[in-house]
């Protein structure tokens, strides 16, 4: 372990990259790029209609994914976000950890804000940095028991059948 590593925020924490989110407007427009240039394939998905907004994760051969997200038929979610960037883009960053409290403590000690706590599922708990301390850039921190092994189709989860039955646009 070299000098920078031991202390780094991240090594404390046991943070590990996980993945990178793109918003758009529509998930189907992110398709050519993701699925038939990249090459992934679906590996989950999930309506969060609290929120308001779809979720796919597309996988690679390697392991690695992404998270395509689109918003949820009258949802303001991305309203800010797309105000600025109408195409859509990259939307966060997430890392994952063994201990959200932990990782939460030690980030407060450590002096950064925490924005956007949420425990609400077993399956998933996630705090975010506070965009003024990350130059814009939403830091998503996770403490994950989600299982990414899904073999959905495309169509079913554009379809909605994997969420709120409401096809994607």
Not at 76 to 89: E, M
Not at 106 to 131: Q, Y
Not at 136 to 157: C, P, V, Y
């Amino acid at each position: 372990m070299t000098e920078s590593q031991a202390k780094s925020l991240a090594h404390i924490i046991g943070a590990e990259f996980e993945h990178v989110a793109i918003a758009a407007p529509r998930i189907r427009d992110l398709l050519p790029i993701y699925l038939d240039l990249l090459g992934g394939k679906p590996i989950w998905a999930s309506d969060n209609t609290a929120y308001g907004f779809r979720v796919v994760c597309i996988g690679y051969t390697n392991g690695t994914w992404h998270e395509l997200m689109e918003p949820l038929h009258g949802s303001t979610f991305f309203d800010k976000f797309f105000s600025k960037r109408p195409a859509g883009g990259a939307h966060h960053i997430t890392f994952t950890v063994k201990d959200i409290d932990q990782a939460q403590a030690t980030c407060e000690a450590h002096g950064f804000a925490i924005v956007g706590r949420s425990d609400e599922s077993p399956e998933w708990k996630e705090f975010f940095l506070d965009l003024r301390e990350t130059s814009g850039t939403l830091i998503q921190i996770g403490e994950s028991k989600l299982k990414l092994d899904h073999t959905w189709t495309m169509e079913q989860i554009l379809n909605g059948e994997h969420g709120n039955g409401i096809p994607s646009p």
